[in-house]
């Protein structure tokens, strides 16, 4: 059955209805773009920055790429830390378990920053 508006007052309703809808679908479609981003982003710097020499991320998929007897999983890292731990940590200002970290960032601070953004949003899978 075909839509029949009948006056001009309805036909603007309708106009900007549907207009408004199309904007809440571009608005929430680049959010959750946005949102994802990071998620990619970290995920590259983690592997151009060779973190993955020392450390796997099985819930991403990412091997420790040498047998290292010290390397650790950090599929659920972010549940104990928090980004800004992390900044400082892998900038060797702070210990972790008394140790600081064996390698300082050598990236970009904007790197640093998505870096340690997606390492804090590993986290354990909560149904």
């Known amino acids: 059955m075909p839509l029949i508006i009948n006056n001009e007052l309805g036909m603007k309703h309708f106009v900007f209805s549907v207009i408004g809808i199309l904007c809440l679908i571009i608005v929430f479609s680049s959010l959750i773009y946005s949102q994802d981003e990071p998620v990619k982003s970290g995920m590259k710097i983690f592997i ?18 040498k047998m290292i007897s010290f390397a650790c999983d950090l599929s659920k890292v972010g549940d104990s830390l928090s ?5 400082d940590y892998l900038m060797k200002r702070v210990k972790l378990n008394n140790k600081k970290h064996l390698v300082a960032f050598k990236g970009k601070s904007t790197e640093l920053d998505i870096l340690c953004i997606w390492l804090q949003k590993l986290r354990t899978m909560i149904f």
């Open 83 to 87: 980004t800004d731990f992390f900044k």
């Open 48 to 65: 151009k920055a060779k973190c993955n020499k020392c450390h796997s991320v099985k819930s991403q998929a990412i091997e420790c790429s």
